[in-house]
């Protein structure tokens, strides 16, 4: 078992930057691969990014490759997604996710835990 607590949403304008966090708990988080994704409203949920449990792989959405980065410290029990030139369309919740049980690092429906989710508001 694992619980995941999400912090650092807020309000940005657009070209800002934010910095989200995922605090997890747990002994097995260091053999978790993770996730982050967002839903808009009246939106399906989407992949932002993901990493490997060891850190070596990551993987991107084509919309936020090269202005997010997806990172962790595993000795720190957590995960963080910066976020840089923020746009309106990153307007969502953001959710952290663990536990990668499928092929697919990006079909959310593969992770087993989730957290409560942080809002991220970019205004125009």
């Known amino acids: 078992q694992v619980q995941l607590v999400e912090s650092g949403g807020g309000l940005v304008q657009a070209g800002g930057s934010l910095r989200l966090s995922c605090a997890a708990s747990?002994?097995?988080?260091?053999?978790?691969?993770m996730g982050w994704f967002r839903q808009a409203p009246g939106k399906e949920r989407e992949f932002v990014a993901a990493i490997s449990w060891s850190a070596i792989k990551t993987y991107y959405a084509d919309s936020v490759k090269g202005r997010f980065t997806i990172s962790r410290d595993n000795a720190k029990n957590t995960v963080w997604l910066q976020m840089n030139i923020l746009r309106p369309e990153d307007t969502a919740v953001y959710y952290c996710?663990?536990?990668?049980?499928?092929?697919?690092?990006?079909?959310?429906?593969?992770?087993?835990?989730w957290g409560q989710g942080t809002q991220v508001t970019v205004s125009s």
């Open positions: 747990g002994r097995a988080f260091s053999s978790y691969d």
């Open positions: 996710a663990a536990d990668r049980r499928g092929p697919s690092f990006s079909d959310y429906l593969n992770y087993g835990y």
